[in-house]
C-alpha cells in the first residue's frame, strides 16, 4: 500500500515536471513568426488592409507587398502580436496578392494573403465611366421633348372636348 502511494506520488512529480520543461524552455528559444493574416481578405483598390503577424517580440516588422507600400507593423500591448494598416494602390492589379512581412531578420510569407477585385463592368457604360456622355444626352433630350409634345396633344384633346 505504500510502494502504491509513493509511486502515485512520484509519477505526479514527474508529469508536472515534464509538462512545466517544454514551457520553461520556450521562453527561452527565439521568437518565431506565424500567423500572418490580413483582414479583409477581399478588398478594393483604395481600401484599408488591416496586417497581422506573431512572433515578432519586441522588434519591429515590416510587412511588403506589390499592392502597397511597406508598411510598419507595431506591438500590440505586452502581447507576441503586431499589427498595422496599408492602404491598397489605386492603381493596383485585381486577383490575389501575397503579403511578406520582416522581423527580427525573419521572413514570413503568404502566398495569397487577400484579393484585390475590380470594378464591375455592367454592360453599356457600367462603372468604369463618369457622368453622362453625349448619346445618354441625345436620349434623355429625346424623352423629355417626347413627353412634351405628348402632354401639349393631351392638353389641347382635353381643350377641344370641353367646347363640345
Known amino acids: 500500500m505504500r510502494t502504491t502511494r509513493a509511486l502515485a506520488a512520484a509519477a505526479a512529480v514527474v508529469a508536472t515536471l515534464s509538462l512545466a520543461a517544454p514551457a520553461a524552455v520556450a521562453d527561452g528559444m527565439p521568437n518565431t513568426l506565424s ?14 488592409l488591416t496586417i497581422t503577424v506573431d512572433g515578432c517580440g519586441a522588434g519591429m516588422a515590416t510587412a511588403t507587398s506589390d499592392a502597397f507600400s511597406p508598411t510598419i507593423l507595431r506591438r500590440v ?3 507576441n502580436t503586431s499589427r498595422g494598416t496599408a492602404t491598397v494602390n489605386n492603381n493596383a492589379s485585381t486577383g490575389s496578392h501575397s503579403i511578406t512581412v ?10 495569397a ?4 477585385i475590380g ?3 455592367g454592360g453599356l457604360g457600367g462603372g468604369s465611366t463618369t457622368g453622362a456622355t453625349p448619346t445618354d444626352m441625345a436620349i434623355g433630350g429625346g424623352l423629355v421633348a417626347a413627353a412634351v409634345v405628348g402632354g401639349g ?5 382635353r381643350r377641344a372636348e370641353k367646347r363640345i
Open 35 to 48: 500567423n500572418l493574416i490580413a483582414l479583409p481578405s477581399v478588398i478594393a483598390r483604395g481600401g484599408q
Open 77 to 79: 500591448d505586452s502581447s
Open 102 to 111: 520582416t522581423c527580427n531578420s525573419q521572413t514570413l510569407t503568404n502566398p
Open 113 to 116: 494573403a487577400f484579393t484585390i
Open 119 to 121: 470594378g464591375v463592368r
Open 153 to 157: 396633344l393631351f392638353w389641347m384633346r
